[in-house]
């Protein structure tokens, strides 16, 4: 989850109580993860025996509603890959029930995941007002969703009357002894509280960062029959697009296209398991038979089902003075900026952006320019990128790729972020 700030707290809680306090259902004590932006389109999990995702939609960052463009990718790579996919909501410094329902009514128009399953309300920053999170959470239910409230104990507590609260709905609670690699929670650290439905032990699941939950009650079966993400209770248009969440689609990925093995793949084509190392990685496609490849490096046959492309299939139209665009759900002014064949940074200057950050869905914005715009392609940086490896994988320059995307300091770029080159 991306959060303002990070606080690792102990409290101790016994053993006993924990066991007590969890209800038998089919999920308790399944461990999955939740994604932001900086997770990238498709996110990732951090081991096989996770079973369930939570992907932020967007919120409200105490000045304006935002959009996370990853979240619908998210959750259709998330029930593609046999997960149940949840819902969160930023909402910092929400202080009255009018601003509240017009920010649930925009988020809830666009959730992507089954009717019964989590929509969380993330509570960690900024004013905090009991009455109005208790409305919120009421909206949310009576909507046909789960409603739960993410937060971290210690500012909960100081800033809610959290008692109130989880005496009628679910919460789920962050608190860590340390940033160490956590894949299993350690309960001496659990923050003792009644009503904890999901408990989020760690935001570094894997080298690197990821946060870590683990389900107390089963509430992360909410929206799926038994379990099963392929049966939920109701539809969603993630469903069946979450089957080609690829860039490029199917068996018409080709050779030379730089691809990146899936995390759910599980073995080569000889039957051998492929290892977690490999999975994440760029590499290009040097050999194709049939609906199997051979990646650069790796030279064992692989299905083309268990790689996801980088490769754009598409080329940016044409574009005459005076056109203009109007803002999709999901959209940020990179995006619309590289279909245009211009920068986000002329598009903010036209449009007379003060935040290029926040746009919003059925906004028409005066696109400027006629130019045709190459086929442009796109990289998500992975942990452990740098400029100028990504340079080398793509064949171009730091320059080049500082110039493409606005880039004020070359060193600082974050896993997540969407570039193009």
Known sequence: MKKLKKVAIAAVVGLGLFASASPAFAA?????????????????????????SISQIGGYNGQGIYWQSTY??????????????????WYQSVTNTDLAKSILDTMLAQVQTPKGSIVALDVEDGVANTDVILWSLQYIKDRGYTPL???YKHFLTNNLDLGRISSKFGLWMAQYPDYNVTPVPNYNY????????????TSTYVAGGLDGNIDLSGVTDNGYKNGNPEKPNTETPAIEAGKEADHVKGNAKEVGMTVKVNFSSSAYATGETIPDWIK????????????????????SWISIYDVETLDASTSAPVVSTGQTHVVQYGENLSGIAVKYGTTWQELARVNALSNPNIIYPGRTLSVSGSQLASKVGVCVVQYGDTLSSIAAQFGTTVERLVSANGISNPNYIYAGQVLNF
């Open 28 to 52: 308790v004590g399944d461990q999955g993860v939740d994604w932001a932006v900086y997770q990238g389109n498709q996110g990732q999990f951090g081991y096989g025996h996770d079973k369930f």
């Open 72 to 89: 619908a990718s998210q959750v259709q790579s998330s029930i593609a890959q046999g997960k149940r996919a949840h819902t969160y909501i």
């Open 149 to 151: 409230l993410y937060g």
């Open 190 to 201: 659990f923050p003792s509280w009644d009503n904890i439905q999901v408990f989020q032990f």
């Open 280 to 299: 994440g990685t760029s590499y290009k496609i040097i050999e194709k038979s049939g609906d199997k490849v051979l990646l650069d490096g790796i030279m």
